[in-house]
């Protein structure tokens, strides 16, 4: 769902009702911190109110779902721990009132989410909330959004990441989308087609009809735009997907075969790898002059480039040391640099929006694992480790990847493939629920 429906101008900020405490005082959680425990939280049903009466039963239920929507992004986030609502001591918070902060305390409140939704004379709704620190009994942030009904879960979203981001001092990801590629069929035809949906699974809908195969889809960091390859009569074409229209555009139909899309940090360029003459190498062409520039010329398999968000690299997998390997060249091609040097195979790779970390595949002996290391190849890890996990992407604050991981086919019939997300601590680790099979995921940047 677009932003069409958010009022401009519309989102004030809340001035603090007591005198800020300093700054080493107020409620925080170390993010960096692979062994902090999650902070209790309390987030009650949003208090509601109707210009239009007839209109208060439906912002009562709105004001229970927004709170529960909220809970669940933060507890996905294996940062925060919501507190069962049946341990509440004071009912009925309303924004405007500071709470009884003894109640909350008793029962380890840590942390206090209040908000309220009032259905407005002209159809808007306005959504207020507050968060509240219990033990330091101050406000830490608050925002009014004024939007229409039935963009609630967006205004919930994005509240979730106003908590984050004051809680942890890094921008949050739950106002996001994921595209993915949707599996059915058997193992002998298999049907993949894209799907999008909000990145709690939510708003779910699929883009192309599964005609033709649609594979490796990449969102535009500068718009709501996607690229992804296709097979039309079993040959290989880049298209770009806009998602505000629903229309695609051709961007190549190329002699050779080409493999995995993504678009440059400004959005203006696609890099791509193309074989030709039996041989894959990495391209980059120009969205306005639709012009194709090489990047590598070499005898071996360069292909998978992913650019860095600063735009001056771009990091690959190649075989040219005799395996496959993760290699990091300048944007103009020069200056390839090796960056892998483990046993198996590392292949995938795909910088971080931070440009501290690189993602990959790595295989070895049969398993499959996710894991990241610096730019220059220092300080790998594994994150996860499994039969096949595959492609991973970055929440747009490079704190949380998904990745697919698939299970082995039996009988004639295609393995299971889900996705799962897992936060660079490589604790938090959860599937994220699809109406079917599904691999290879884009996590959008945030929705402006």
């Given at each position: 769902?677009?932003?069409?429906?958010?009022?401009?101008?519309?989102?004030?900020?809340?001035?603090?009702?007591?005198?800020?405490?300093?700054?080493?005082?107020?409620?925080?959680?170390?993010?960096?911190?692979p062994t902090?425990?999650?902070?209790?939280?309390?987030?009650?049903a949003?208090?509601?109110?109707?210009?239009v009466?007839?209109?208060?039963?439906?912002?009562?239920?709105?004001?229970?779902?927004m709170?529960?929507?909220?809970a669940?992004?933060?507890?996905?986030?294996?940062?925060?721990?919501?507190i069962?609502?049946?341990?509440?001591?004071?009912?009925?918070?309303?924004?405007?009132?500071?709470?009884?902060?003894?109640?909350?305390?008793?029962?380890?409140?840590?942390g206090?989410?209040?908000?309220?939704?009032?259905?407005?004379?002209?159809?808007?709704?306005?959504?207020?909330?507050?968060?509240?620190?219990v033990?330091g009994?101050?406000?830490l942030?608050?925002?009014?959004y004024?939007?229409?009904?039935?963009?609630?879960?967006?205004?919930?979203?994005?509240?979730?990441d106003?908590?984050?981001?004051?809680?942890?001092?890094?921008?949050?990801?739950?106002?996001?989308?994921?595209?993915?590629?949707a599996?059915?069929?058997?193992?002998?035809?298999?049907?993949?087609r894209?799907?999008?949906?909000?990145?709690?699974?939510?708003?779910?809908?699929f883009?192309?009809?599964?005609?033709?195969?649609?594979?490796?889809?990449?969102?535009?960091?500068?718009?709501?735009?996607i690229?992804?390859?296709?097979?039309?009569?079993?040959?290989?074409?880049?298209?770009?997907?806009?998602?505000?229209?629903?229309?695609?555009?051709?961007?190549?139909?190329?002699?050779?075969?080409?493999f995995?899309?993504?678009?440059?940090p400004?959005?203006?360029?696609v890099?791509?790898?193309?074989?030709?003459?039996?041989?894959?190498?990495?391209?980059?062409?120009?969205?306005r002059t639709?012009?194709l520039?090489?990047?590598?010329?070499?005898?071996?398999?360069?292909?998978?480039?992913?650019?860095?968000?600063?735009?001056?690299?771009?990091?690959?997998?190649?075989?040219?040391?005799?395996?496959?390997?993760?290699?990091?060249?300048?944007?103009?091609?020069?200056?390839?640099?090796?960056?892998?040097?483990?046993k198996?195979?590392?292949?995938?790779?795909?910088?971080s929006?931070?440009?501290?970390?690189?993602?990959?595949?790595?295989?070895?002996?049969?398993?499959?694992?996710?894991g990241?290391?610096?730019?220059?190849?220092?300080?790998?890890?594994?994150?996860?480790e499994?039969?096949?996990?595959?492609?991973?992407?970055?929440?747009?604050?490079?704190?949380?990847?998904?990745?697919?991981?698939?299970?082995p086919?039996?009988?004639?019939?295609?393995?299971?493939?889900?996705l799962?997300?897992?936060?660079?601590?490589?604790?938090?680790?959860?599937?994220?629920?699809?109406?079917g099979d599904?691999?290879?995921?884009?996590?959008?940047?945030?929705?402006q």
């Open positions: 769902m677009g932003l069409s429906g958010l009022v401009a101008g519309t989102m004030l900020a809340f001035v603090a009702l007591v005198q800020p405490q300093p700054a080493s005082a107020q409620l925080r959680v170390d993010i960096n911190n902090v425990e999650p902070i209790p939280m309390a987030l009650p949003f208090s509601a109110q109707s210009q009466p007839s209109r208060l039963t439906e912002m009562t239920k709105m004001g229970e779902d709170a529960g929507v909220i669940a992004d933060l507890e996905r986030s294996g940062l925060f721990r919501p069962p609502r049946q341990a509440y001591i004071e009912q009925g918070l309303v924004p405007d009132r500071r709470p009884r902060f003894p109640d909350w305390k008793s029962i380890g409140t840590q206090l989410v209040v908000g309220g939704v009032n259905f407005l004379a002209d159809g808007r709704v306005e959504v207020t909330f507050r968060l509240w620190d033990y009994q101050q406000q942030t608050g925002v009014q004024q939007t229409t009904p039935d963009n609630w879960r967006q205004i919930a979203h994005r509240i979730a106003a908590v984050y981001q004051r809680l942890t001092g890094e921008e949050g990801y739950f106002d996001t989308r994921i595209v993915y590629v599996e059915s069929g058997p193992a002998t035809k298999r049907v993949k894209l799907a999008i949906m909000d990145q709690d699974g939510y708003n779910h809908s883009l192309t009809k599964g005609d033709f195969m649609a594979l490796t889809p990449r969102f535009s960091p500068t718009s709501q735009e690229t992804y390859l296709s097979y039309f009569n079993n040959k290989p074409r880049v298209y770009i997907y806009n998602l505000e229209t629903g229309k695609q555009e051709l961007l190549g139909d190329f002699s050779g075969m080409t995995a899309p993504r678009f440059s400004d959005g203006n360029q890099v791509m790898s193309m074989e030709k003459n039996g041989n894959s190498d990495i391209y980059l062409m120009d969205l639709r012009k520039r090489q990047l590598t010329d070499n005898p071996d398999i360069d292909t998978a480039p992913s650019f860095s968000p600063d735009g001056q690299f771009i990091a690959f997998e190649s075989d040219r040391g005799g395996g496959q390997q993760i290699y990091v060249m300048r944007a103009d091609g020069s200056g390839a640099k090796r960056i892998s040097f483990g198996g195979r590392y292949k995938t790779p795909v910088w929006p931070r440009g501290d970390m690189i993602a990959f595949t790595h295989t070895s002996g049969g398993v499959f694992k996710i990241v290391m610096r730019p220059d190849g220092s300080g790998e890890r594994m994150l996860t499994s039969f096949l996990d595959e492609g991973p992407t970055w929440a747009p604050n490079g704190r949380v990847l998904m990745y697919f991981r698939g299970s086919s039996r009988g004639g019939n295609a393995g299971k493939a889900e799962r997300s897992i936060d660079l601590t490589g604790r938090n680790e959860r599937r994220v629920t699809t109406p599904a691999s290879d995921p884009a996590w959008s940047p945030l929705i």
